[in-house]
């Protein structure tokens, strides 16, 4: 099966009273429209390839449309989504157009109910219909489903056989189908146990409608739908009949965000959306907690339910690193945080030499790190002027002063991104291409080779950026010596959990410790890697060990990062080059809450994830390596 790679973002809307109040308060009954708009626009960073939305209109009458649905493909997807709902609108007389209750009788996503979902699909060629939300229709409204999510399960191929093995037919094998088919599935037989409930209440017509809607419990639905699922999810829903749903996984891995007052419930997969969407502070906005999920009845109620138990604790911490905005208020402190923790092995990198030494960052996602890492020398600076002064071993005068104090930290400006797009989800050999021709220098940023250079960049994966982009061009500048200093810890081992960071053999990291083992003759430390991997094949995955961790234990994270850069620094290049690295100590301190670290230590949170990586492994021994 191709995998579908979903690094995405989410956004819900409930709003709890009439269109008329918004209206009335907000001159528009439009309000939970423009708001999911704002929701999704302003997390554009986790999904640039593609977007939809859906929309339930309550209290519909029979024959009348209730469920809306539009999707797009395409970096300009949100504004195609809205334009194309906002063309529903355009002809229409101002007087219909403010007309709260010609809206809710007449116009399509004049509804009460909101979703939107942001996409990167990593290949073109995956089309519209894997954009999310993915709809199962039906003529009973309560049987009627939406959903999308920010996910990736590792265990589609045992669902799928048990789904199938149980005579269901899913219309393809892709875990947004599976699903949408188990929750699906979970939702006819909770409508039709209580339809039997009815029946036997004496209940008749549209009186049974109504009872099953109001007795519906989307827990025991996902409940009994989510119990074999092994991965990150943040999955959201809702039904024909008005009932919304958000669930997150049991080891909190993937984000999501809630406020709700009188007027309105709102989720999102990051807080500071929520935050300027809706001008309320961080500590109003609550997290949705491991296996926890945020049900809304069709009347608005609101109830918290824990659908699986929690598990240990894994958030992802490459959430905070490098794929939510820096606009959180605590992933601002811990990127900060990340930059500052560097400050001894950058020293150590330019020989303490701060004086000849010109800061800066890998825009964009970095730069906030670089601000912590700004503060750490500026700290280690003002110690070292203190000690000048006390060295004088009288009262300074001003002059003396003037000297000392005007030492500073040499920050600038030096690399330019000249587009706004994320590379580092973009698709292979696009990605390639963009990343060579991203970048730019400001030229006499610094002092040519007297002056070393500094620069951080929040996470080195593929080695893209700098093989083909930023090491070239820097060197122009002609510094002493580039320093190459990731926030991050080395990216060792892919995610499956949500984020699509690359196929193994692809991480520089992976290539350099191959490289060394094949250097220093130890390659039966890949063939007995390989063979423990091969033979735990067909074992429950619950007793499955990561092996490809001796891949990289022969070596200190020094020895990697100088294969690394061998492996990135094109020929030519006159400056030194050394690259520092995070470890992953500096990680957990900075992020003490995100303890999900399974890229860079292959501690996978999940059964799932070791069986994901040990296939990895073989397909790579098998078809790239070839003894
Ligand atoms: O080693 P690589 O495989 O090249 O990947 C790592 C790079 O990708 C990211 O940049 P990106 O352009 O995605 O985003 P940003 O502008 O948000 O930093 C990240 O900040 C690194 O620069």
Redesign the pocket.
Known sequence: MEPLKHECGVAMIRLLKPLEYYQEKYGTWMYGLNKLYLLMEKQH?RGQEGAGLACVKLEANPGEEYMFRERALGSGAITEIFGTVQNHFKDLAPEQLHDAGYAKKCLPFAGEVYMGHLRYSTTGKSGISYVHPFLRRNNWRAKNLALCGNFNMTNVDEIFARITADGQHPRKYADTYIMLEQVGHRLDREVERLYVECEKEGLKGMDITHAIEDRIDLGNVLKTSSKEWDGGYVICGMTGSGESFAVRDPWGIRPAFWYMDDEIMVLASERPVIQTALNVPAGSINELQSGQAILMSKTGKMRLAQINRAKEKKACSFERI?FSRGSDVDIYKERKLLGEKLLNPILKAIDYDVEHTVFSF?????EVAFYGLLEGFDNYLNELKVKKIEALGHNPNHEELEKILSWRIRSEKVAI?DIK?????AEGNSRNDL?AH?YDITYGSLVPHVDNLVII??????????RQSIIGILDRLHPKKIVIVSSSPQVRYPDYYGIDM?SMDQF?AFKAAIDLLKERDMKDVIARAYNKSKDQVGLPKEQMVNYVKEIYAPFTNEEIAAKMVELLTPKGTQAKVEIVYQTLEGLHEACPNHTGDWYFSGDYPTPGGVKLVNQAFIDYIEKVYQF
Do not use: C, E, H, M
């Not at 890998?362 to 970095?366: C, V």
């Open positions: 960073n490098y890998i825009p964009n996602t970095a991104k797009l994320r590379t580092f989800i990343a991203v960049d929040d996470s080195i994966v593929r080695g893209t950026t700098l690359a520089i």
